[in-house]
């Protein structure tokens, strides 16, 4: 249950039903607004309503979606899921660079948009988790061979995944969804494995370093009790090497 407010922009009522539809059956949403557009979309915002997400179609008449996605981003921080008819890996590039939360290629099954829901839940509870900052070298493989390996600058860790810093990735591989495996090395030159899934990406467009631009979320799958042990032993290790003053991200 999501327990929360959603707007849906789209200019078409029939897509606007069906999201409706599925957010109050599937998933119990306090209030549901609607927009035919972005200026509509817009007035909605600024009338009060807090809003914890947003489903907007891409393509519309008038003021871009795309508008919208950076004023929600600035202001109260709403899950922004983009929707589109475009070919999918276009549609999937638009929320990449735009820093959408996901997207939905339209048309989309009830499924899919539950899929998106959870994940986005989920990736709220991972953050909700004890996270400790730390700055350590590692490895990511993305994709599905050893020919996507992108070396990564790890910036927080729990026991539920990590966020790093790496190269904008290319097509084809590292995208939402995508399985990695990503090796972690300690001080003491050991390291360890996690499978992982690729939960959001964001390209930081005002960053100059090629190496750093694009942060990447993932959640551990199958963690073993021996990978658990060493996790903990490492997340604890961390903590304690954090300065005086540091605190641990929540």
């Known amino acids: 249950m999501l327990k929360s407010n959603a707007l849906i922009v789209d200019s078409s009522i029939s897509t606007r039903n069906y999201v409706r539809r599925l957010l109050q059956q599937d998933f119990g949403c306090n209030e549901i607004h609607e927009a035919k557009n972005v200026d509509d979309a817009f007035r909605v915002l600024k009338s009060g309503h807090i809003i914890n997400w947003i489903f907007s179609t891409v393509a519309m008449p008038g003021l871009s979606p795309l508008d919208l996605l950076g004023s929600a981003r600035n202001s109260a921080h ?47 509870e991972q953050r909700s988790a004890v996270r400790s900052s730390i700055s350590l070298a590692c490895e990511i493989n993305i994709g599905f061979d050893s020919l996507h390996q992108y070396g990564a600058e790890l910036t927080d860790i729990s026991m539920l995944g990590c966020r790093m810093k790496t190269s904008q990735v290319k097509p084809g591989s590292g995208y939402i969804d995508d399985l990695a495996t990503v090796t972690l090395r300690l001080e003491n030159g050991t390291s360890f494995h996690v499978q992982a899934q690729i939960k959001r990406l964001a390209f930081n467009a005002s960053c100059t370093d090629p190496l750093r631009n694009t942060e990447i979320a993932i959640a551990f799958i199958d963690v073993t009790p021996p990978l658990k042990e060493k996790l903990v032993s490492f997340i604890n290790s961390s903590r304690k090497k954090l300065p005086p003053n540091g605190k641990i991200k929540k």
């Not at 922004?80 to 735009?98: D, G, W």
Request: no cysteine.
């Open 78 to 124: 709403p899950r922004f899921v983009l929707m589109s008819s475009a070919e999918h890996s276009v549609t999937r590039e638009v929320a990449i660079q735009k820093s959408a939360a996901d997207y939905l290629y339209k048309p989309f099954l009830p499924s899919e948009l539950a899929n998106v829901v959870h994940r986005l839940k989920g990736l709220e």
